[in-house]
């Protein structure tokens, strides 16, 4: 069971000998305010950007039907912060998508003289500046398919009982991320606002979110046999005829 932010707090305040207090939230007391920040700022400029945390990935899929071009772009999740990395996938055709492609490869597909080789899709994230949403664009347009992909969410939030949101709004609040990593972080920023030092608080966070990051999921085994083979039929022995 995670801590609530609450508990966050209260032990953030027995390591940094400052009073506890019996809400955060909505507390106009200077430090009890510099607590709250210290955990906001832990969990989402810290925790959040450092590492794509198993819980927070999340799959989406898109309907992709540009034959009358009337469709240049496709919406992404309210949450969505950032793809999951070579997971974006055409359903419908078996294929890889590439990308996502920065604006240089983008141009040289669209304008230039290179040529996409069958059924390849690539994609680029892009702005709506209309809407001032991110959305994401296939090339080429013409193509009529389902692509699917992960993407890290935003909502690393628990209310109390559910569900998960984007933002701390009360004390009974926990965090999808481990506790003890957004703790960490948060007890180095609150140090730093105490003008007290914090350097070694820094590493400590530094060196538990790479050893909590690295177990978060499973790994593949590393074998020095080079002719070790990975994709072993599994046949049976018997039932041949």
């Known amino acids: 069971m995670s801590d609530t932010i609450l508990e966050i707090g209260y032990k953030l305040s027995d390591d940094c000998g400052l009073p506890r207090y019996t809400n955060l939230v909505g507390n106009q007391e200077q430090n009890a305010r510099k607590i709250l920040t210290s955990i906001k700022d832990g969990l989402f400029i810290d925790?959040?950007?450092?590492?794509?945390?198993?819980?927070l990935k999340q799959p989406f899929s898109i309907s992709v039907d540009n034959v009358a071009a009337d469709e240049p772009n496709y919406s992404l999740p309210t949450d969505f912060s950032r793809i999951v990395n070579d997971t974006i996938w055409d359903e419908t055709n078996y294929n890889r998508v590439r990308g996502p492609v920065d604006l240089r490869e983008w141009q040289e597909f669209q304008k230039?003289?290179?040529?996409?080789?069958?059924?390849?899709v690539v994609?680029?994230?892009?702005?709506?500046?209309?809407?001032?949403?991110?959305?994401?664009?296939?090339?080429?347009?013409?193509?009529?398919?389902?692509i699917s992909f992960y993407y890290v969410s935003t909502k690393c939030v628990m209310a109390a009982g559910g569900p998960a949101k984007v933002a701390i709004t009360a004390?009974?609040?926990t965090t999808v991320i481990p506790d003890n990593v957004v703790r960490t972080a948060a007890k180095w920023r609150l140090l730093r606002s105490l003008g007290m030092n914090f350097q070694d608080e820094r590493l400590e966070y530094a060196a538990l979110l790479d050893d909590m990051s690295a177990n978060d999921s499973g790994g593949k085994k590393i074998h020095m046999a080079r002719s070790l083979r990975y994709d072993i039929a599994n046949v049976p022995e018997v039932g041949f005829g």
């Open 112 to 120: 230039g003289l290179a040529q996409l080789a069958g059924l390849e």
């Open 47 to 55: 925790a959040f950007i450092d590492r794509d945390w198993e819980m």
């Open 171 to 173: 004390d009974t609040d």
């Open 123 to 146: 994609c680029r994230i892009s702005g709506d500046l209309t809407n001032n949403v991110k959305v994401i664009e296939f090339y080429p347009d013409t193509t009529i398919a389902t």
